[in-house]
């Protein structure tokens, strides 16, 4: 089975500074500008805390009718961060985002450093290509088998 880091995206996963005044609406314009679904809040070492989701953002700040300029970023961050090391399996990921039902999980190298973030759709596009690749195999061989047919 194939390691989260051959599969994870090679993005630069976006970070922001805890304890640094940011607000929730410093969050939503990175999200929004950016393009992205999250981003993984650190510490001053860039150890990561937390994460905060587009879902963290309308769960925690627009459904709770809250002003988005009054609400750090700590105070909507998910926490702990659960996470998952680059060197373990795509099965071992598969299973941790099902049993805390989440749709991403940061990759950390030995030294916790982050690396990228693999999701599921990292994780979609990888099964894709190989049932794919199972499926011309089969074609191939359905082909030599029926050629095969022919001669005998």
């Known amino acids: 089975m194939s390691s989260v ?24 314009s990175i999200i929004t500008t950016k393009r992205i679904s999250s981003i993984i809040v650190i510490d001053k070492e860039n150890r990561p805390l937390g994460i905060i989701t587009e879902r963290d953002l309308v769960e925690r700040v627009c459904l709770a009718n809250l002003n988005a300029k009054d609400v750090l970023i700590e105070d909507i961050m998910s926490s702990p961060l659960i996470t998952i090391m680059a060197y373990d399996s795509v099965d071992t990921a598969s299973r941790v985002m099902v049993s805390n039902k989440i749709k991403r999980l940061p990759v950390l190298e030995a030294d916790s450093r982050i690396v990228g973030v693999i999701s599921v759709t990292d994780i979609t596009k990888h099964l894709s290509k190989i049932l794919l690749n199972d499926y011309n195999r089969h074609r191939s061989l359905k082909k030599i088998l029926e050629m095969n047919d022919v001669f005998n």
């Open 5 to 28: 880091s051959e599969i994870m995206s090679f993005r630069e996963p976006y970070t922001i500074s805890a304890f640094s005044n940011k607000t929730a609406i410093d969050a939503a």
